[in-house]
């Protein structure tokens, strides 16, 4: 069942736009009388409203000014970060990452944890002005396993070709094959087994000191003389 339509003509005649007039000025009273009403009510609560002003500003200073402290004490204690093997020993797999995250920070590293499921031989990558971007595989054992050849053979088909890195580690908790270490040498896949982790993590030895690293020399830019 349809609904009704009513359409609206225009005044005819006279007296019809007369009333129309009427009825126009009496709108445009009411909303004069209205928004003078506003106008009022916005000037009386004006203290009020500085107020909240006021109040809103304050807040917006006291947590910007809470988020540089937290942030400050975070780089303080990350700066003096030390974790002993025991600690280390009852983290679990995600926790490692971002421990050895922290460890990359403390020793002067931009870092961050990339670990989840195909991440390629990568849980963290991290930069540095001096030597350049560093890629870590992080193996955490709970049993004293050891690390073979084949993770370092992963390690070293990605570290360049997909993560650009200049550095490649292995870390782990545990220990290292002979075969691992032996081929890691040779291949220039750097390997931190549970003493060398002691080291750095306990000691804190930074990374770079600790597998030897050597500062990158600053790129020369050639100048061509006109002829």
């Known amino acids: 069942m349809g609904g009704i339509r009513m359409r609206l003509r225009a005044p005819r005649g006279r007296r019809e736009q007369g009333a129309a007039v009427l009825v126009a000025l009496a709108v445009a009273t009411v909303l004069v009388q209205a928004a003078t009403a506003l106008w009022h009510a916005i000037v009386r609560g004006w203290p009020l409203t500085v107020a909240v002003a006021v109040a809103a500003v304050l807040s917006v200073i006291w947590w910007q000014v809470r988020r540089v402290r937290l ?31 922290d460890l990359l920070i403390r020793d002067g590293w931009s870092a961050r944890r990339v670990g989840q499921a195909g991440d390629q031989a990568a849980d963290v990558i991290g930069r540095h002005a001096n030597r350049g971007r560093i890629v ?23 570290a360049g070709p ?10 782990t908790n545990g220990g290292f094959t002979r075969d691992a270490k032996a081929w890691g040498d040779r291949h ?40």
Do not use: C, N
């Not at 970060?81 to 990452?97: C, N, T």
């Not at 870590?136 to 990605?158: E, I, N």
């Not at 997909?162 to 870390?171: P, W, Y």
């Open 162 to 171: 997909v993560h650009k890195a200049d550095v490649a580690v292995v870390v």
């Open 136 to 158: 870590l595989q992080a193996k955490h054992t709970t049993v004293g396993g050891k690390v073979d050849s084949k993770v370092m053979y992963q390690v070293k088909g990605t």
């Open 71 to 101: 942030r400050r004490a975070q780089a303080a204690l990350v700066a003096v970060l030390r974790l002993p093997l025991d600690r280390i020993d009852s983290l679990g797999d995600a926790e490692f990452e971002f421990a050895l995250r």
């Open 188 to 227: 220039q896949i750097h390997w931190v087994d549970r003493e060398r982790l002691r080291q750095w993590a306990e000691d804190g030895v930074p990374l770079h000191t600790l597998l030897g690293l050597p500062a990158r020399r600053p790129r020369r830019t050639s100048v061509r003389r006109a002829a």
